[in-house]
């Protein structure tokens, strides 16, 4: 897997809201093709890093490179996609308008986006629901609708945050599969999650504590390095509490 | 092309939600019509009473416009007063000069009745003397009522206020649900959001403003001596500017309510400048807020145009003027989108 093209390099990034440092001198490389976890607690960092992977924010000083190119530009953006941890859906809207909608900000039209919503809505499993408005939606239908629209513009890299949170666990599990089929076509999948067992589907895995990252490799090198038989234990080793 | 989906989208959730669409249809011409009916009403009818007027002079006195109730002796006329059977009487004991009492505690109701005595003891005492005055008017007419004069400012003001609570208020559900975080991880641009947001709302004023001023003028009668189009165009610039203004205000607010409590800040004290009260009798530390409120110039234009039947060389400033103002208003909102992203 070390031989793949990194496509994701964050260098000495720091992020300051006021006096609070929220991410400390985090070094990352995130390689082509895979599926890429940051664990960690919530308010540990993880969301304002993925937002500034997805473009949404900028560093204090630091940069991340994505595809060789310094985020954020909207050249990258139209590559990236992004499902934030709120659903951010039009619920007036029926689901087709919503993708029609977002397909368009994209630059999608006529047959493609009409290929490309029908593509989307089989992946996660709503083709039957296409016409009805999104506040009819259940909680579990309205997050895979979020991803559908994350999916649209077929886009080389997913960047997803907790996006299981709230999700009964046969729902994680289709998502799941949602995700590992796209990964297996080539998207890179970059995940935030705070639950543990959720860490151990990714290919490598990012340990964030308190703004800073204290450790990177796959569950299996993370778990064998501390000696511990579960990603909880290991997490606990690097964050220095003794077991 | 975005611009377009943004603005198809706006539209879509307009038609959707049935009660605000009624909302900013139906409110002000519910208030227009409620005000027409306040302003346009019957006179009052004072009840007066006469205390020991001679019956050869209550004989000569015009008794139309008033309940006339004749009283022998003033405790009797008092405490009718008291009663609330009469709003006042006049007495005229020894001496030749009428004295008047009033129950006094609305102005309204003083006045006119304080005028029928003046009108009904005046001309017994000038005779029919006196003449009648030609009166011509520059503006308006004889029969221009108040509604007349407030109609063009209350017209503008509905506008402007239901526009920019709306406008507002769906702008802060936007950043609430977390949806301009996601128009913003798309490549779209921020004026293109305000632009969408711009055209959506403006195609949608454009029907609004036609239907409740064709309804004021139409329907209640307004007073209109110039061209429609020119209310419209007045109406449309205005409400932009509403729209502009209601999505810069809404980025400093966090939530619906919040946008609510801008309302007596932003909104009312428009009102005070538009020429609802004379402009001439504010307090001088106070007079110079005027100018800077985007009604001010509304309210002149739609004023010149339905009360004085001006045309374009006499609105155009204004206009230019509101426009101004929609752009300020946009370039501020560019600045506060850049909160939510750096480009």
């Known amino acids: 897997m070390h031989n793949r093209k990194s496509c994701i390099s964050i260098q000495h990034v720091y992020k300051k809201f006021g006096k609070h440092e929220v991410l400390k001198d985090i070094n990352l490389e995130i390689e082509e093709g895979e599926i890429f976890g940051l664990l960690g607690p919530s308010g540990a960092g993880k969301s304002t890093l993925v937002k500034e992977l997805a473009g949404l924010d900028v560093p204090t000083s630091g940069e991340n490179y994505i595809f060789d190119e310094k985020m954020p530009t909207l050249k990258l953006m139209q590559r990236i996609g992004y499902m934030a941890q709120a659903d951010a859906l039009y619920e007036e809207l029926s689901a087709n308008e919503n993708l029609h909608f977002f397909a368009s900000l994209y630059g999608l039209k006529g047959k493609k986006k009409k290929e490309r919503i029908k593509k989307v809505m089989q992946l996660v499993d709503l083709s039957d629901h296409l016409n009805k408005l999104v506040s009819n939606y259940s909680g579990g239908m309205k997050r895979r609708l979020s991803l559908a629209i994350a999916l649209l513009h077929e886009p080389e890299m997913l960047i997803l945050d907790e996006p299981t949170v709230g999700i009964d666990p046969v729902l994680r599990k289709s998502i799941w599969d949602a995700f590992y089929d796209l990964n297996k076509k080539g998207t890179t999948i970059i995940v935030t999650t705070h639950v543990m067992d959720e860490a151990e589907k990714c290919d490598r895995l990012g340990l964030m504590r308190d703004g800073t990252l204290i450790a990177v490799g796959t569950p299996e090198a993370l778990r064998k390095e501390t000696n511990s038989e579960s990603i909880e234990q290991a997490f606990l080793v690097y964050g220095g509490a003794t077991s | ?343």
């Open chain 2, 1 to 343: 092309m975005r611009v377009i989906a943004l603005t198809k989208r706006i539209l879509q959730q307009l038609i959707r939600d049935k009660r605000t669409l009624g909302l900013l249809i139906f409110a002000p011409i519910l208030v227009l019509t409620m005000l027409h009916l306040v302003f346009n009403g019957d006179d009052y009818v004072p009840k007066v009473g006469l205390v020991e007027i001679p019956e050869t002079m209550v004989d000569q006195i015009d008794k139309a416009d008033a309940e006339v109730t004749l009283y022998t002796n003033e405790n009797d006329a008092q405490q009718a007063v008291r009663s609330g059977e009469v709003d006042g009487y006049i007495i005229l004991d020894d001496a030749t000069t009428p004295a008047v009492f009033l129950e006094g505690s609305d102005p309204s109701v003083n006045s006119t009745t304080l005028r029928w005595f003046e009108s009904a003891f005046g001309s017994l005492q000038q005779g029919e003397s006196a003449g009648q005055l030609e009166m011509d008017y520059l503006y308006g007419s004889r029969d221009m009522g108040s509604f007349d004069y407030f109609g063009p400012v209350l017209l503008g003001f509905f506008v402007f206020f239901f526009v920019f609570i709306i406008a507002g208020v769906s702008f802060i559900r936007e950043r609430t649900t977390g949806t301009l975080e996601r128009l913003l991880s798309t490549p779209l641009r921020k004026w293109e959001i305000v632009m969408g947001y711009v055209f959506g709302f403006g195609i949608f004023t454009v029907i609004q403003s036609t239907i409740i001023a064709w309804y004021a003028i139409y329907v209640l009668d307004m007073m209109m001596v110039g061209a429609f189009v020119y209310v419209l165009l007045i109406t449309l610039s205005l409400a932009l500017t509403a729209l502009t203004l209601g999505i810069l205000i809404s980025s400093f607010a966090n939530n619906e309510l919040q946008m609510i409590q801008f309302i007596p800040i932003v909104v009312i004290p428009q009102i005070f400048f538009s020429g609802l009260f004379n402009l001439e009798t504010i307090s001088d530390w106070l007079s110079w807020v005027g100018p800077f409120t985007p009604l001010y110039y509304a309210a002149d234009a739609l004023r010149d145009v339905m009360v004085r039947g001006h045309g374009w060389s006499e609105i155009y400033v204004n206009l230019i003027v509101l426009f101004g103002f929609s752009l300020l208003f946009m370039l501020l909102n560019g600045l506060a989108l850049r909160k939510y992203r750096k480009i």
